[in-house]
């Protein structure tokens, strides 16, 4: 049976629960990391945020679903994030960019990857067997700038180093929703999908991106959202995920997929 039994039991439930709550404007929460992920035996895998927040960063339900699916696969995960400012910030509730804000892409990544992320350019493929970038338009806008500048755009430098060694290493690479655009863009010749090329009523209200792939010299590959396309020759793996308008559940599935095929091309 539970007794208060001390003063020390009358403190507020969360200084009690969290003994490392320190005050004075010194560290109020720890670096919490995801629970078992450092201890997988498997692949090493490299994931790659763009912020928190769909219109402005990472989608964060693909950061999620795709962080799980790699923990039930047995990877170990450590993620990483551009230490730059965002292009801009936007009102999620207003879907329009406020005014005179600015965040750092690394800083709204560690919301997500719950403190425990790294510098982008700190990265080094020889440390990993696969990278997975999970979409958003964080990458259309803070780790390229195809937003703005459509098939012209420009990749960030880092982004850009990652993908061509994990590619001349022969190690696969993961990508979903707007993603793909930046195989497509710096891996002359992938094979991508970022799902239908035609909108049907609403259900791929992106579609267009298909066409930029194609314009970029890459080949398009329509697929269902619960589907994966595999490039066994470039070892990249693509999901349309948010692309489309459908169930929740669907998308977590398209994700598990191509997590799954890209767990299988590391052979660990």
């Known amino acids: ?72 696969g047995g990877a170990e995960f450590k ?8 292009m801009h910030v936007v009102d999620h509730i207003k ?47 803070n780790l390229c700038t195809f ?30 929703c707007i993603s793909p655009i930046l195989a497509a863009k710096v891996l002359k010749g992938a094979e991508v999908t970022v799902g239908h090329e035609q909108e049907e009523d609403g259900k791929w209200p992106y579609c267009a991106t298909a066409e930029a792939i194609k314009a970029l010299g890459a080949k398009h590959c329509v697929k269902e959202v619960t589907e994966a396309h595999v490039d066994i020759k470039n070892k990249v793996v693509t999901t349309p995920a948010f692309m489309c308008e459908t169930a929740l559940h669907l998308i977590f599935d398209g994700l598990g997929i191509m997590v799954q095929n890209v767990l299988k091309l590391t052979k660990k």
């Open 95 to 141: 879907g329009q960019p406020t005014e005179n804000e600015q965040r750092n892409v690394l800083v709204e990544s560690a919301r997500i990857a719950r403190g425990k992320i790294t510098d982008l350019s700190k990265l080094s493929s020889k440390d990993y067997d696969a990278v997975i970038f999970p979409g958003g338009f964080g990458v259309a806008k």
């Open 79 to 86: 993620m990483y994030a551009p230490d730059v400012p965002q």
């Open 1 to 72: 049976m539970f007794s208060v039994r001390s003063a020390a039991a009358s403190r507020p439930v969360l200084t009690r629960c969290l003994p490392w709550l320190r005050h004075g404007g010194q560290q109020l929460l720890p670096l919490a990391a995801f629970h078992g992920s450092a201890r997988c035996p498997g692949p090493k895998v490299a994931v790659i945020f763009s912020g928190c927040g769909v219109f402005d960063g990472t989608e964060v339900h693909e950061a999620s679903a795709i962080l799980v699916h790699l923990s039930r």
């Open 147 to 176: 937003a703005v500048d459509g098939k012209d755009f420009k990749v960030n430098k880092d982004v850009e180093r990652i993908l061509n060694q994990f590619h001349k290493e022969g190690k696969p690479i993961g990508l979903c």
